[in-house]
């Protein structure tokens, strides 16, 4: 059965400081495919990243960056110069080649940035 | 190109009763799945529907039952409600099977008393 865990329940940082994110999956599936999504106050669900199972190419957006190991079945997000505007809760979510569009997400990871 | 809606953003019902929550999917999006956010269990899986069928189910009671229709509207009705149904009820939506991205909408907010 598939599994996402994201072990740090909470992290506080102080505004411009680099922030890291961790998230470890379990899958039986040969294709799948992750996903970070970002949660404001708000509740709304932001979608943040996609990435297949087979496409190990780390990618950069702006500020944020994203690791993907195979190998030690992780799927990092970074925050470079974190901004007051990133706090959220931040879910890595994971959906099987064979579960439709299902998604197993993890714990969230409350991202607090103070100024 | 319009989000996701949910209506209603807030509802207050006393236990016992039955709800029907709503979603309308980005257009031209044809899968909607649910989800129910607790503190204490986090984000879970109620059940998706692709084209008016339902593809996918989570491990929730009876009581909880969805449907679809043929423009891709989806409602989600939960039955003799229990102080547990309060939560945040959220709606995705994407396009098909290959299309893995899925957009939440603002989810509607369920209280049980």
């Known amino acids: 059965a598939q599994k996402v865990t994201q072990a740090q329940t909470e992290i506080s940082v102080v505004e411009k400081e680099d922030v890291t994110l961790d998230c470890v999956y379990e899958?039986?599936?040969?294709?799948?495919?992750l996903f970070w999504y970002k949660q404001p106050p708000s509740g709304e669900l932001v979608f943040l990243i996609r990435?297949?199972?087979?496409?190990?190419q780390n990618e950069i957006s702006g500020r944020y960056s994203w690791n993907f190991q195979k190998s030690t079945s992780s799927f990092n997000f970074t925050i470079t110069a974190s901004q007051v505007v990133d706090s959220a809760v931040y879910f890595c979510a994971l959906s099987e080649e064979t579960s439709g569009s299902r998604l197993t997400f993890g714990e969230g990871t409350q991202l607090t940035v103070n100024p | 190109k319009a989000g996701v809606t949910q209506t209603p953003r807030y509802l207050i019902k006393t236990r016992g009763q039955q709800v029907t929550l709503s979603c309308s999917p980005i257009s031209g999006h044809r899968s909607v799945s649910w989800y129910q956010q607790t503190p204490g269990q986090g984000l879970q899986f109620l059940f998706e529907y692709f084209s008016e069928t339902q593809r996918n189910k989570g491990n929730f009671p009876g009581r909880f039952s969805g449907r679809q229709f043929s423009n891709s509207r989806s409602e989600m009705n939960v039955s003799t409600l229990e102080l547990g149904d309060s939560a945040l009820y959220l709606c995705?939506?994407?396009?098909?099977?290959?299309?893995?991205?899925?957009?939440f909408g603002q989810g509607t907010r369920l209280t049980v008393v």
């Open positions: 995705a939506s994407s396009g098909d099977y290959r299309d893995r991205e899925a957009f």
């Open positions: 899958t039986r599936d040969t294709t799948y495919y």
């Open positions: 990435r297949n199972s087979f496409d190990e």
